[in-house]
């Protein structure tokens, strides 16, 4: 029967702060304490791909295997503990308000611990010196590769036992000598809500017709109206237009009181005064008009 089986480094094998960026820290930590041994001389603590003409065990393996790596010193890394270090309100950076997307961004720090091991005290000792004077001098290095801040406030322990650091130690054979190296990287992410279009949609189309309400049908009142589908509670009566009468009331003429006619009005005519319906004789002024009146016309009957 096969046994299933999952590959540690995840379903991107690559290393990069996108994918897996703890995983990538380790990576980096690994390669730059590896380039600082590469170009030492043989027997000075050279280190090589190959393993057996190597001067120095770097791996990021825990604990480290006594029979694999012999008398020769060895050098490996633990990480400890993050944090997500806030920016600002809701970490915000950006927001998308058509597809409601958000982007967020924070900074993430940690540190990771360099465990120097050796045989021998004062060589564990140098060896964490070398490393950490070089994390310090070539941070510039690290922080290309993709560090916000990194290779300060190092702090060297003393040489103590190796403990659980190296398998099968009774504690007498093996040093350690452990370099705290704080690090910070930036992390920015981004998610948008699934089918915030379909949803935008349907919005504009429930807010497209006036909502309807269950009630009783009733009749428009309105001629060649439908039947409204909602109830009716208040309408107010439109107020009634004043009828004209038929009859033309009979006025003295002007020039003639004596003699009684009709007025009719053609247009911006003004109401003749009137007392309890009775109008008033229109008496000559013999001040003329600025202007002719053409608002009446007088139809004189005989």
Avoid at 28 to 45: D, K
Avoid at 88 to 103: I, N, R, V
Avoid at 169 to 176: I, M, S, Y
């Amino acid at each position: 029967m096969k046994i299933a089986s999952t590959d540690p480094r995840g379903p991107v094998p690559e290393s990069d702060f996108k994918r897996n960026p703890l995983q990538h820290i380790r990576y980096l930590y690994l390669a730059f304490v590896q380039g600082i041994f590469t170009f030492s001389p043989r027997g000075a603590y050279h280190w090589d791909k190959d393993m057996e003409n190597s001067d120095i065990i770097i791996t990021a393996e825990s604990p480290l295997n006594p029979e694999t790596i012999g008398q020769r010193p060895a050098i490996t890394f633990t990480r400890a503990p993050v944090g997500f270090f806030q920016l600002g309100f809701d970490d915000m950076l950006a927001y998308d308000f058509a597809t409601g997307q958000k982007q967020k961004s924070m900074l993430v720090p940690g540190t990771m611990v360099i465990n120097c091991c050796s045989r021998n005290d004062i060589e564990s000792e140098h060896i964490a010196w070398v490393t950490a004077e070089h994390l310090w001098l070539l941070r510039d290095l690290l922080m290309k590769a993709g560090f916000y801040d990194v290779g300060r406030n190092l702090q060297i322990s003393s040489p103590s036992p190796a403990g659980k650091i190296v398998a099968n130690d009774q504690g007498d054979e093996w040093f350690c000598t452990t370099i705290t190296s704080p690090f910070h990287f930036y992390r920015t992410s981004a998610f948008t809500p699934l089918n915030q279009n379909v949803v935008r949609e349907i919005g504009l189309r429930l807010t497209a017709k006036p909502p309807q309400v269950l009630g009783t049908k009733i009749p428009d009142p309105m001629p060649g109206g439908a039947d409204l589908p909602y109830e009716q509670v208040n309408r107010f009566p439109e107020p009634a237009l004043p009828q004209q009468s038929t009859t033309l009331p009979k006025v003295p003429h002007p020039l003639n009181p004596a003699q009684l006619v009709t007025v009719k009005v053609v247009s911006g005519g003004l109401r003749p005064p009137s007392i309890n319906g009775r109008p008033l004789p229109i008496l000559r002024s013999n001040v003329g008009d600025s202007k002719p009146s053409t608002g009446v016309t007088v139809n004189v009957k005989v």
